[in-house]
């Protein structure tokens, strides 16, 4: 069992910069790969990026690539997405999420198995 809990979000300005942070708890942290998803008002949950186990692998979304930076610390049982150059059109609650996929399904939502609480992520124009 892995628990997930996301915090960092909050009312940033365009251009500016937020860094999230997603908590696990459960021995099992370190085997699984991590991924980020987002919902804005009246749009499906998408996926933004993931990260392998060992943090050796990554992949963006086209919309957030060169922008967002995912990572990890297994050591501290935490993922972090660290987001510069926001735009209005990021504004959406971010999700955590853990799962056993293989880097080709991490765009998949139900690939993953758990899910942090989400973290609202407002960027003003």
């Known amino acids: 069992q892995v628990q997930l809990v996301e915090s960092g979000g909050g009312l940033v300005q365009a251009g500016g910069s937020l860094r999230l942070s997603c908590a696990a708890s459960?021995?099992?942290?370190?085997?699984?790969?991590m991924g980020w998803f987002r919902q804005a008002p009246g749009k499906e949950r998408e996926f933004v990026t993931a990260i392998s186990w060992s943090g050796g692998s990554t992949s963006y979304a086209d919309s957030v690539k060169g922008r967002f930076t995912i990572s990890r610390d297994n050591a501290k049982n935490t993922v972090y997405l660290q987001m510069n150059s926001l735009k209005p059109e990021d504004t959406a609650v971010y999700y955590c999420?853990?799962?056993?996929?293989?880097?080709?399904?991490?765009?998949?939502?139900?690939?993953?198995?758990?899910w942090g609480q989400g973290t609202q992520v407002t960027v003003s124009s």
């Open positions: 999420a853990a799962g056993k996929a293989p880097s080709s399904n991490w765009y998949r939502r139900n690939e993953y198995d758990y």
């Open positions: 459960g021995r099992t942290f370190s085997t699984y790969a």
